[in-house]
């Protein structure tokens, strides 16, 4: 062998190591104890070519098993994502299969923003509203603190400014003696703003939906106001417009005592009615609820009430602590006749309802848990549409709760029920807020257009009043 072909061989050995690993082979390489090296010898300037052929011969190989391997990865994800294990689905855009790690990604993104919760009447009744004496960063006795409310991925509630109706004996006929209702409403309007303001780490006040908006992108609990029940008035409109100046959004149109503006179903069947739903002064009640962009509520209202109230808003409407009558049937809850005139088509009204915990309110006695919620929350869907239907558990507002939902930590228990009953992550983010979030911004809307419309404040002053002069004309 000639030291040209040494020098040859070795070049060629190089230039295949140089391919890589894989590549060196040899069989491919020339013997040198081979007799007719000459001729096994591939001519020096062909060498690379065959090379470069078998290299991306192999290379097409590889990328079509790559490519085979990605069109089945894609198949599987798209058509039998649940295959794929718990800990990888966030990568796969899948829900956990476990329903309350279900539950709890989807309340993640789009949080519980109950309408109804009486932590304001518990404060009045355990602490005389003094805040130095509780801590919210807890435990607190009842259902509600704040690490409860973490755990329980609450991103917002309608703190109640509650007070309890009077005694008819001491309210008289026409209702114009308790006006100490107004004072003591006040006072809970003072306490809630207070603690907002006191765990400002935690809460942040808020006045519409896009605070509600923002402070769920500050990872805050949107704190909002809502009077329950219109003998908090004191039969005045102008006490109406300052509760809303004081940034209160939802007034319930009663409690459970009938009041100047419209009747209430009571709390036991057969509560006979007064102005057989609501009275003049309670249709321009409404009016004025819709001018200022305050929801009109109509937990606690008759049927009778509801009805009209449903006819004559402008604005949509809410239940911010109801549940079905047809599941449990109980004048607390809202008939199926009522249900029928909530929606988006020819005379109805769009609504969210609320659905409420109160055992007593939800099943017959011991019966009331998860389940029996959720039965609450789906008949109400099938009627109304899944559009429709809120949360407003009345946490602290109540003597008991149902098995599973014993405090605001356990909302997701209840979305893992529906969840494993086929609601999408899209329907449950509706119940746990965005539904309530579109009522919201419907009733801002209708304020815009009356106040763009150059509607007035309404005037209007209670009849059976003798205290303030009468208005004789020009
Ligand atoms: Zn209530």
């Known amino acids: 062998m000639s030291s040209q072909e040494d020098e040859d061989r070795v070049a060629r050995q190089q230039a295949i190591l140089g391919l890589g690993k894989s590549y060196l082979s040899t069989q491919n390489l020339p013997d040198a104890a081979t007799p007719n090296e000459t001729t096994t010898l591939l001519p020096p300037a062909e060498a690379p070519e065959e090379e470069e052929i078998h290299y991306t011969r192999t290379r097409g190989i590889v990328w079509s098993v790559l490519t085979a391997l990605f069109a089945v990865s894609v198949v599987i994800l798209v058509w039998f994502p649940q295959i794929v294990p718990d800990a990888l689905a966030p990568l796969v855009g899948r ?52 690490p409860r409310l973490k755990q329980g991925k609450v991103g ?121 739903g609501l009275s003049s002064f309670g249709l321009r009640l409404i009016d004025e609820m819709n001018r200022l962009g305050v929801l009109v509520d109509l937990s606690h209202t008759s049927d009778e009430t509801a009805k009209q109230a449903l006819q004559h808003s402008k604005a949509p409407v809410i239940w911010s602590h109801s549940s079905a009558r047809a599941v449990h049937s109980v004048p607390r809850n809202v008939p199926d006749d009522v249900l029928a005139l909530v929606g988006n088509g020819r005379h109805q009204t ?24 959720a039965d609450h929350v789906e008949h109400i869907a099938r009627k109304t ?20 939902l014993e405090d605001v930590s356990k909302y997701p228990n209840l979305f893992a029920e529906l969840y494993k009953r086929g ?39 209670y009849d059976k009043r003798t205290d303030m002069g009468r208005w004789l004309g020009a």
């Open 385 to 404: 549409g899944k559009k429709h239907v809120g949360i407003g558990s009345d946490y602290d507002g109540i003597d008991s709760t149902p098995q599973g």
């Open 423 to 461: 609601w999408t992550q899209h329907e449950l983010a509706g119940l746990a807020g965005a539904n309530l979030l579109r009522i919201l911004e419907g009733a801002e809307q209708t304020s815009r257009q009356l106040k763009a419309a150059g509607t007035p404040p309404a005037f209007d002053i």
């Open 95 to 146: 829900l956990p299969k476990d329903p309350l790690k279900a539950a709890v990604q989807i309340l993640d993104r789009a949080p519980v923003i109950d309408g109804h919760i009486d932590l304001p009447i518990l404060l009045r009744s355990r602490f005389a509203n003094n805040l130095t004496v509780v801590d919210l960063r807890g435990p607190v006795i009842g259902h509600v603190d704040i």
């Open 156 to 276: 917002g509630f309608f703190w109640s400014v509650y007070v309890g109706c009077a005694k008819p004996e001491e309210e008289g006929p026409d209702f114009l003696t308790s006006t100490w209702r107004v004072r003591d409403t006040l006072e809970q309007i003072d306490v809630a703003k207070l603690a907002i303001e006191q765990y400002s780490d935690a809460f942040q006040l808020a006045l519409g939906s896009q605070d509600i908006r923002d402070s769920l992108a500050n990872r805050k609990i949107a704190s909002l106001l809502g009077v329950e029940g219109g003998h908090q008035l004191g039969n005045s409109l102008a006490t109406l417009r300052q509760y809303y100046e004081l940034g209160v959004r939802y007034v319930t149109l009663t409690h459970t005592c009938h009041n100047a503006f419209a009747d209430s179903c009571g709390m036991a069947p057969g509560f006979p009615p007064l102005h057989n």
């Open 350 to 373: 769009d609504a969210v309802i609320m659905i409420n915990f109160a055992p007593q309110f939800v099943a017959d006695d011991g019966k009331a848990d998860i389940a029996a919620v």
